[in-house]
């Protein structure tokens, strides 16, 4: 299987032929004519290692590396009546290989999904009465892959104070999964995946966010997150082993309900005009007894006026779903059971640095190709489990 590459060199022809054709505007008028408002590129390269693989029972390579490259495009146009409308057009394609994913069939490259690409297209449009202070908006996507195929849908609304120093938020979203139903190789009947007919399972998400932010002065921000969200159907992995304390092979068996409730606040303060502290934090339950905080700070210090640095850290820590046991501790008297160590008790760390390049002549001379940003990060969690993730942004406009 090849692998695809996207980066944002590929698209520099692009930006320059949009940079001749379209012309920047000087004036207060407002273009009624679609026109490109801006483009991101993001590129990523991840790769992770550890001993904790849920496939083999919560033993075994934990080997990862995930090649990720989206394109988010944003038109606007304001019509006869003055509203903003916006459409925002996003597409994404990753290459993934998992060593874990590969011992589904106990042998090396015999797995359907020890390399595969997702796709993932989705489109959001909105309405903003920038008068009144109200926006309204709807979005659909997908995600596709070997063995996960995901219909999302979502709809929103927005409404500025008088003074339009705060804003109140709401967004309800679905999503309709279906999750093929591929059992690890040892607990397959007979004819079992022929024409690869393994058979699928519903999988469902419902989400309602509500969200609040505020300006406090000219160097404080604030944003107060509360989010509900919850699942119905196969929420099991069907090619995650599970061993018994008799040593006997079990697929992962989990309720098919769950409950979660997220709250957070996110906090910016502007410190002259040198420094910006970013701080984040969040608290998590849900009813299959995991509790969870996370702790974020960035602080991006500005070097020039167009160049800037952003050192990061998050820590973050969970309890352990009430389902879990590790490798060979579950018994026939459970119920559920599951031995992914996701659903572990755990501590992590991820830190990092990113770099902002914003030439005031534009990225490689295209003027309205105005910012590069790189973003390097490495993460560890008390499981053993490690990771490093390096991405970056190209943006247009």
């Not at 693989?53 to 490259?69: F, M, Q, R």
């Not at 406090?216 to 509360?226: D, E, G, P, R, S």
């Amino acid at each position: 299987m090849k692998r695809i590459y996207i980066t944002g060199f590929a698209l520099l022809g692009l930006f320059k032929a949009f940079s001749q054709a379209t012309p920047t505007d000087s004036t207060s008028y407002k273009n009624k004519k679609l026109k490109i408002d801006e483009i991101n590129l993001v590129s990523s390269y991840y790769k992770q290692d550890g001993n904790n693989a849920a496939v083999t029972g919560g033993i075994g390579s934990e080997k990862l590396t995930d090649i990720s490259n989206t394109i988010d495009v944003k038109l606007i146009r304001y019509g006869k009546t003055g509203n903003k409308h916006t459409l925002d057009l996003e597409a994404g394609i990753d290459h993934y290989s998992s060593a874990s994913s590969d011992m589904i069939d106990l042998q090396a490259n015999s797995s359907a999904s020890s390399a595969d690409f997702r796709f993932y297209p989705s489109f959001n449009y909105s309405i903003e009465n920038e008068e009144k202070g109200t926006t309204i908006g709807f979005g659909l996507s997908s995600s596709t892959e070997f063995d996960y195929q995901s219909f999302g849908g979502n709809i929103n609304f927005a409404q500025k104070t008088k003074n339009k120093n705060g804003e109140f938020s709401a967004k309800l979203q679905a999503f309709l999964d279906q999750v093929k139903l591929i059992k690890p190789i040892e607990l397959r009947g007979y004819g079992y995946g022929d024409d690869d007919d393994y058979g699928s399972a519903n999988r469902n998400t419902f989400a309602g966010s509500l969200s609040y932010s505020q300006i406090i002065n000219k160097n404080f921000q604030v944003i107060l997150l509360a989010d509900v969200i919850a699942q119905n159907g196969y929420l099991s992995l069907p090619f995650h082993r599970v061993y018994f304390s008799d040593n006997s092979v079990h697929q992962e068996n989990l309720p098919d309900n769950r409950l979660k409730i997220p709250l957070a606040i996110r906090g910016s303060y502007f410190l002259g005009d040198t420094f910006i502290i970013r701080a984040y934090y969040r608290y998590y339950t849900d009813d299959w007894n995991i509790n969870s905080n996370t702790a974020d700070l960035e602080i991006p210090v500005k070097i020039s006026p167009f160049f800037s640095l952003s050192p990061f850290y998050r820590y973050y820590s969970q309890s352990a779903a009430k389902y879990f046991k590790p490798y060979r501790e579950h018994t026939a008297a459970d119920t559920y059971y599951t031995s992914n160590y996701d659903l572990s008790k755990f501590d992590s760390h991820f830190l990092g640095l990113g770099m902002k390049l914003t030439p005031i002549n534009g990225v490689f001379g295209i003027k309205e190709f105005n910012t590069l940003e790189i973003r390097y990060g490495h993460y560890t969690r008390s499981t053993g489990l490690n990771a490093n993730i390096i991405s970056l942004n190209f943006k247009y406009k």
